[in-house]
């Protein structure tokens, strides 16, 4: 199966921060790579998929890079809904596709 | 508007039996996937497994298999998930999502919060 791996697991940050998060995957999983963010107490929330591609109604201050094993969700100007937590998704395989860890974003 | 609905909060003994739902609309339900995602409060995401309600073509994350149902109804659009015997430790929010292959978990529902206690 194939692991991701997220860090750190928090950030300390102000709004107007630049914020970078990585993700790492045991294998190469491609492109094939998602980001989400939960806020406290709601489902979460669909932000990048094929690791760099914005879904729809996401803000342009969130973008995502990479290929292979390692990917970096980078929020450029942090504002304060972004306080949340992450995750990363792999999605290579035709199995459930696993999540990593997570990096809960928490005001410094 | 494709949304998908979930069932309501469960208290539950363990031991119990429990099934909850996860209603689609606004989409061909028949032709993407639903995944179940299991989160204990303070946790992160867990995915449990997936179904094709076209062929109900299902798919486990190893941990999950034996330990729960996940089926299928077209006539209704709904989805569930299913346990024969509830443990404390099945105390979890669960989320349904519709899958999309190449994109990811596209659409989550609401979640349903299912308290296991003695």
């Known amino acids: 199966d194939i692991q991701m791996t997220q860090s750190p697991p928090t950030v300390p940050a102000s709004v107007g921060d630049r914020v970078t998060i990585t993700c790492r995957a045991s294998q190469s999983i491609d492109i094939w790579l998602a980001w989400y963010q939960q806020q406290p107490g709601k489902a979460p929330k669909l932000l990048i998929y094929?690791?760099?591609k914005l879904q729809g109604g996401v803000s342009s201050r969130f973008s995502g890079s990479g290929s292979g094993t390692e990917f970096t969700l980078t929020i450029s100007s942090l504002q304060p809904d972004d306080f949340a937590t992450y995750y990363c998704?792999?999605?290579?395989?035709?199995?459930?596709?696993?999540f990593g860890q997570g990096t809960k974003v928490e005001i410094k | 508007e494709v949304q998908l609905v979930q069932s309501g909060a469960e208290v539950k003994k363990p031991g119990e039996s429990l099934r909850i739902s996860c209603k689609a609309s606004?989409?061909?339900?028949?032709?993407?996937?639903i995944a179940w995602v299991r989160q204990v409060p303070g946790k992160g995401l867990e995915s449990m497994g997936v179904i094709y309600p076209g062929d109900s073509d299902t798919r486990y994350t190893p941990s999950f298999q034996g330990q729960v149902t996940i089926s299928a109804d077209k006539s209704t659009n709904t989805a569930y998930l299913q346990w024969t015997s509830l443990k404390a430790s099945d105390t979890a929010f669960y989320y349904c999502?519709?899958?999309?292959?190449?994109?990811?978990?596209?659409?989550w529902g609401q979640g349903t919060m299912v308290t296991v206690s003695s």
């Open positions: 606004g989409y061909s339900f028949t032709n993407s996937w």
């Open positions: 094929q690791a760099s």
């Open positions: 999502a519709r899958r999309i292959i190449r994109i990811g978990f596209d659409i």
């Open positions: 998704q792999q999605y290579n395989s035709n199995s459930p596709w696993a």
